[in-house]
């Protein structure tokens, strides 16, 4: 058994992970459009271009995604996504990477329990930790 998030990105799903690819080198291994769907009952107008599912990894991890509904802005609230980083120049970089266009939360630091650790929401609202394990 595992699990596995699903991010909602409500209308910008090939937008955010086109910036996961250039960001943190995610791998797209799945995708089915709207319009691909043999049930077109569950398609809102004008949404057959739109990501139905989509599973990308980063890393060692699978991502599941979709556009949702498409219905504005997505949210993500309640969580964060930790990556970890082999030392702390590779943390700098994945943490300006994912930080541009966002917000930083936490700068990235020498910790106690880390020599690089920070927090930051991506430009889609996906808060992340960035993290050098000892």
């Not at 809102?44 to 995604?65: C, Q, W, Y």
């Not at 556009?67 to 994945?94: H, I, M, V, Y």
């Not at 996906?126 to 000892?134: D, E, G, H, L, T």
Request: charged letters at 20%.
């Amino acid at each position: 058994m595992r699990v596995e998030p699903y991010l909602f990105f409500n209308g910008r799903c090939e937008e955010a992970v086109e910036f996961y690819r250039k960001s943190v080198g995610a791998e797209v291994t799945q995708m089915m459009r709207y319009k691909e769907s043999p049930d077109q009952s569950m398609c809102a107008p004008m949404s057959g271009d739109k990501v139905m599912h989509m599973s990308f990894r980063i890393g060692e991890t699978n991502i599941l995604a979709s556009d949702g509904e498409c219905n504005g802005k997505p949210t993500f609230q309640g969580f964060a996504l930790s990556l970890t980083a082999p030392d702390a120049a590779a943390a700098e970089r994945l943490f300006a990477s994912l930080g541009a266009g966002g917000q930083v939360q936490m700068p990235l630091t020498k910790t106690f329990f880390s020599a690089a650790f920070g927090m930051l929401a991506d430009r889609f609202g996906v808060s992340w930790m960035i993290y050098v394990a000892p």
